[in-house]
């Protein structure tokens, strides 16, 4: 999408192109927490409001009985400060590599005299971790592609359970997943 200032002008993307070819059925919103939960929940529903559509009360969960079914599904958990890196950051938690990233990180925030916001030190722990992977990207999509994340690991479960309910209220006849 591009970040979660685009999300209004990606939203008229897909209505328009709902419109032009019909049969939406779904649209699920995935947005980093970054340090106020609530309040990146919110906006995603004010902007979802603004669209006319109808989003669900709670995170992870999907509007009922609606065309197009409406998810959003705040990352890392609803709850917690965090982004989609502090999922990748979890998933490898345990590897080798992950004490290495953590010095690495204290020696740069202790040079330049600075502190991350929780969402900010797992950004830069994601992207440090994978800069040293064997063929490094500079988007996390290219680390899961190439294995950097633990795609596996229990993490990713609530927000995998979010995609695939995605396909189950879309394909429902009565706007409920079965």
Same mark, same amino acid.
């Given at each position: 999408?591009?970040? !979660?200032?685009?999300?209004?002008?990606?939203?008229?993307?897909?209505?328009? /192109?709902? %419109?032009?070819?019909?049969?939406?059925?779904?649209?699920?919103?995935?947005?980093?927490?970054?340090?106020?939960?609530? $309040?990146?929940?919110?906006?995603? %529903?004010?902007?979802? #409001?603004? !669209?006319?559509?109808?989003?669900?009360?709670?995170?992870?969960?999907? $509007?009922?009985?609606? @065309?197009?079914? *409406?998810?959003?599904?705040?990352?890392?958990?609803?709850?917690?400060?965090?982004?989609?890196?502090?999922?990748? *950051?979890?998933?490898?938690?345990?590897?080798?590599?992950?004490?290495?990233?953590?010095? +690495?990180? #204290?020696?740069?925030? !202790? *040079?330049?005299?600075?502190?991350?916001?929780?969402?900010? @030190?797992? !950004?830069?722990?994601?992207?440090? +971790?994978?800069?040293? $992977?064997? /063929?490094?990207?500079? %988007?996390?999509?290219?680390? *899961?592609?190439?294995?950097?994340?633990?795609?596996? $690991?229990?993490?990713?479960?609530?927000? @995998?359970?979010?995609?695939? #309910?995605?396909?189950?209220?879309?394909?429902?006849?009565?706007?409920?997943?079965?």
């Amino acid at each position: 999408m591009g970040g !979660k200032d685009r999300l209004k002008e990606v939203l008229d993307l897909v209505l328009q /192109d709902a %419109r032009r070819i019909g049969g939406l059925q779904a649209i699920g919103v995935v947005r980093d927490a970054d340090d106020q939960p609530p $309040s990146a929940f919110q906006s995603v %529903r004010d902007a979802l #409001q603004s !669209k006319g559509l109808n989003p669900p009360n709670e995170h992870s969960e999907y $509007s009922e009985r609606d @065309r197009p079914a *409406v998810g959003v599904f705040i990352t890392p958990d609803g709850s917690s400060p965090g982004s989609l890196e502090s999922l990748c *950051v979890s998933s490898v938690r345990e590897a080798p590599e992950a004490r290495c990233t953590e010095e +690495y990180l #204290q020696c740069v925030a !202790k *040079v330049r005299h600075a502190e991350w916001n929780t969402a900010r @030190r797992a !950004k830069a722990f994601a992207y440090a +971790y994978q800069a040293a $992977s064997t /063929d490094p990207g500079n %988007r996390l999509s290219v680390g *899961v592609a190439q294995g950097t994340w633990n795609r596996d $690991s229990p993490t990713f479960g609530p927000l @995998r359970a979010f995609v695939k #309910q995605l396909a189950t209220v879309g394909g429902s006849a009565d706007g409920i997943g079965s």
